[in-house]
């Protein structure tokens, strides 16, 4: 498969590649070295539908929402007629492994229903609207309200969840934040992947049946998942050596069918702790605990003793538990709007002033907020230094500039790739300021971000097989304060243990 001007597919994602590395890296703060050893294979089943419904925030929050009901129903030879999907739903329900893709199935019947708009179909789906599957119970109330031609929005997680969630981030963080799902909907694939086929030299409809056969995978492994907010807690204290991530989900999916999947993949390998029952992803310590249909906890680390299974584990496990966070963000979190779609709080530890983008601040805060089908993202940050603040803020500026001039010299040889204009609207849009003791970061996302967010679908999910990842990645100077990694990032990963 070969990308216009004559470059091999893989040669015209390696250059993309390295562009957006580069324009990435000079407008974040933080900046990690990806692991050498990460086994992504492992890690897809679980935390890559995660990411992709959090990145996809202003569309789909749930995996069927990336999946066309045509090219569905089309895969697994079935007419898209009242008559066909009714049989489906009328079949009896199997055991066993076969229930969760059976689930998923239903639920694709009842959408369809409902976009075929026949009323006939009205007493059927009404058997469907109690059931107590409860993603099959949504989609049926999704379809009667489309055949009758009502508004429906689907439920999100309550606020009692949401803050039982927070109140078991364990002691010990500096940053603690939320991101929460706007209500979805299915998306309308089609003309995103055109664009993006269009752009790169790909064949659309190839790449519709490669993301319809990989979703469908992972649908009848562990059934539907949808995501309503992922809270999260990073460590005070990060090195090479040192630091967790704990991931809290809240949302809907089938854990049994999760934790059965884990187990026939690793091994069996679990640890329990604090009353749950964590499995271990690979060698990296990183930990997974299907908790309920509603809940689900990752927690990550620098090494297993370090990580605080036990605690999060106790306090998940009785429900929720006493706020254990720092003064510091506790005085944040009171003065918090926690209703926007995302937020973060930071409190500034000697371990993160190692960064000299940090270094005069004692605080940040992120807000996220909804204007105008747009999302605007603001950062504030205190100190008490005012110059050592507008240093920090000038050097910033300096960088986004580097950044918006990387975008436009690769708009000049570009081929019409849909990210490329996004990311010049983020960067064009972006502002840093500083008053006194406060700096201010403010930019905001355009409203239709589905293109370039497809193309990180179809790549997260294993891309077209004749286009290879890059082995070779550019080097890139390590940025103040941190250390080059020992290995390079195209190594292969070590053989998996038994």
């Known amino acids: ?249 809240r949302g809907l999916y089938d854990h049994k069918a999760l934790s059965a999947m884990l187990g026939d993949r690793i091994g069996g390998v679990r640890r329990k702790a604090g009353g749950l029952t964590f499995h271990e992803l690979d060698s990296n310590n990183m930990y997974v605990a299907p908790v309920s249909d509603q809940q689900l906890v990752f927690i990550a680390g620098a090494s297993t003793d370090q990580m605080p299974l036990a605690e999060v584990g106790a306090k998940v496990s009785a429900g929720g538990g006493d706020f254990t966070i720092g003064k510091t963000l506790a005085k944040l979190l009171d003065k918090a709007d926690k209703g926007t779609p995302g937020w973060a709080l930071v409190e500034v530890t000697e371990s993160y002033r190692e960064s000299p983008f940090l270094k005069p601040f004692d605080t940040l805060s992120l807000q996220a907020k909804e204007v105008g089908g747009r999302l605007k993202f603001t950062v504030s940050g205190l100190g008490t230094d005012a110059a050592a603040v507008a240093k920090v803020v000038a050097r910033l500026n300096g960088e986004l500039e580097k950044a918006r001039e990387a975008v436009r010299e690769e708009m000049e040889e570009a081929d019409g790739f849909p990210g490329d204009t996004m990311v010049k609207e983020i960067l064009e849009a972006t502002s840093i300021t500083a008053d006194g003791g406060v700096a201010q970061f403010a930019t905001e996302l355009p409203g239709d971000g589905a293109a370039p967010l497809l193309q990180l679908v179809y790549f997260g999910l294993g891309g077209p097989r004749a286009l290879p990842a890059p082995d070779d990645p550019p080097e890139v100077a390590p940025a103040d304060g941190q250390k080059a990694p020992a290995e390079k990032a195209g190594e292969a990963a070590p053989a998996e243990e038994d």
């Open 1 to 249: 498969m070969a990308g216009e001007g004559g470059c091999s597919a893989g040669a015209d994602y390696k250059r993309r590649a390295t562009f957006y590395f580069k324009a990435t890296r000079s407008t974040l703060v933080f900046v990690r070295y990806p692991n050498p050893t990460l086994n992504t294979d492992m890690i897809s089943p679980v935390m890559f539908p995660i990411l992709l419904l959090v990145f996809a925030g202003g569309g789909g929050n749930d995996l069927l929402d990336f999946v066309p009901s045509d090219a569905y129903f089309k895969a697994a030879k079935i007419e898209v007629t009242v008559p066909a999907l009714s049989a489906l739903l009328e079949a009896p329900v199997p055991e066993g492994a076969a229930r969760r893709g059976d689930s998923a199935r239903r639920q694709m019947a009842l959408r369809a229903l409902g976009e075929l708009g026949d009323d006939g179909a009205l007493p059927l789906i009404a058997k469907y609207v109690g059931s107590d599957d409860p993603l099959v119970a949504d989609y049926a109330r999704a379809a009667r309200a489309a055949i009758e031609g009502k508004e429906y929005r689907r439920e999100g997680a309550s606020e009692e969840d949401l803050r039982l969630d927070l109140s078991c981030l364990p002691s010990g963080v500096g940053v603690i934040g939320r991101v929460t799902m706007k209500p979805g909907a299915p998306l309308d694939v089609v003309e995103q992947l055109a664009l993006v086929g269009k752009a790169e030299g790909w064949d659309a409809a190839e790449m519709e049946s490669e993301v319809v056969r990989k979703i469908g995978e992972m649908v009848s492994q562990i059934g539907n998942l949808r995501l309503h907010a992922l809270t999260f807690g990073l460590a005070g204290k990060v090195g090479n050596d040192t630091g967790f991530l704990v991931l809290i989900a």
